[in-house]
């Protein structure tokens, strides 16, 4: 017979594992196994509905909106993720340097990363409202002529994206940062002492190191811009027309506003299995990462 002592040690790691298994099975686990099961209906809540198998999933062939979603994700990914990785990396280098007011500046820049999403949003709203913005005000005095920055179907996901941006450079220096400073600084030296200039060192000797880095915030600016909703609802909520409803955004219209439950269930689990093979690939690329280091 075991002894009590041997009992309670093989109990212990249960009784701290069981408060954070309870949380992940009642916020995690039975939401995605509702989800699934709604997937398969044809409901308008979240009690039992009609099964319908996989006429949801087929349904989205034929659907224009969410072909319309689809392509709006991929502009505003394809619009943030550059852009910002490229800005984030340009700020990192200038501020890896001794400048007067290097942490205040820092700093400056990484306050939006961290600010909420929705008080960015209407912020932002304010600024490029086509009436009374401080954006269009700037533009009149300098004699330019209104622009309707959130109102123009063409003019609205530029604005997304440059909001969005200016909210994210700030991650992307941070990373940055400390990447460029784990560059060993013989290396740069010895390339400086061999006649290479500061643009050859930077091509030949940085970016190589920086490419695990590189790899890393590549993939989770693409999660983050797939994944990105409140800047977008507070924003525009998805117009003008269609014009910047993305896929997330779809999935609580088609659940919210127009009660389709089961098709909405149906749009999650897509976009969790796109955000899955990116994670997965954020894992390769840290293990990569690691290697390398």
């Not at 949801?56 to 979603?69: E, H, I, K, P, V």
């Not at 280098?93 to 205040?104: E, F, M």
């Not at 060192?201 to 490419?211: A, G, N, Q």
């Given at each position: 017979m075991s002894r009590p002592a041997d009992r309670r040690s093989r109990l212990t790691p249960y009784v701290f594992i069981g408060p954070a298994?309870?949380?992940?099975?009642?916020?995690?686990?039975?939401?995605?196994i509702i989800a699934i099961t709604l997937s398969f209906q044809d409901t308008q809540t979240?009690?039992?509905?009609?099964?319908?198998?996989?006429?949801?999933?087929?349904?989205?062939?034929?659907?224009?909106?969410?072909?319309?979603?689809?392509?709006?994700?991929?502009?505003?990914?394809?619009?943030?993720?550059?852009t910002a990785m490229a800005a984030g990396l340009a700020l990192a280098?200038?501020?890896?340097?001794?400048?007067?007011?290097?942490?205040?500046l820092r700093a400056m820049f990484f306050v939006p990363m961290?600010?909420?999403g929705v008080v960015v949003g209407v912020i932002m709203s304010w600024i490029f409202?086509?009436?009374?913005?401080?954006?269009?005000?700037?533009?009149a005095l300098l004699g330019i002529d209104r622009i309707p920055w959130l109102t123009s179907p063409s003019m609205a996901m530029f604005t997304l994206i440059i909001v969005v941006v200016w909210t994210r450079i700030g991650f992307c220096m941070v990373i940055y940062l400390g990447a460029l400073q784990s560059i060993p600084s013989e290396l740069k030296e010895?390339?400086?002492?061999?006649?290479?200039?500061?643009?050859?060192?930077?091509?030949?000797?940085?970016?190589?190191?920086?490419?695990?880095?590189t790899s890393i915030l590549l993939i989770l600016n693409v999660v983050f811009s797939i994944q990105a909703f409140d800047v977008i609802y507070v924003m525009t909520g998805g117009g003008p027309g269609f014009s910047t409803t993305v896929l997330i955004?779809?999935?609580?219209?088609?659940?919210?506003?127009?009660?389709?439950?089961?098709y909405a269930a149906a749009l999650g689990l897509v976009l969790v299995g796109i955000l899955l093979v990116f994670t997965l690939l954020r894992q390769q690329a840290s293990k990569r990462a690691e290697s390398f280091l």
């Open positions: 298994a309870l949380l992940f099975g009642a916020f995690s686990l039975i939401p995605i979240l009690g039992e509905g009609q099964w319908v198998g996989l006429d949801n999933y087929a349904a989205m062939g034929s659907d224009r909106l969410f072909r319309t979603a689809l392509i709006n994700t991929l502009v505003f990914t394809i619009g943030t993720v550059p280098v200038a501020l890896n340097r001794p400048l007067p007011g290097r942490g205040v961290v600010a909420a409202n086509v009436d009374y913005g401080v954006a269009n005000n700037a533009l010895a390339a400086a002492i061999d006649g290479a200039g500061r643009w050859s060192r930077f091509r030949s000797i940085t970016v190589p190191m920086l490419t695990p880095t955004q779809y999935v609580f219209r088609s659940a919210f506003q127009d009660g389709q439950m089961g």
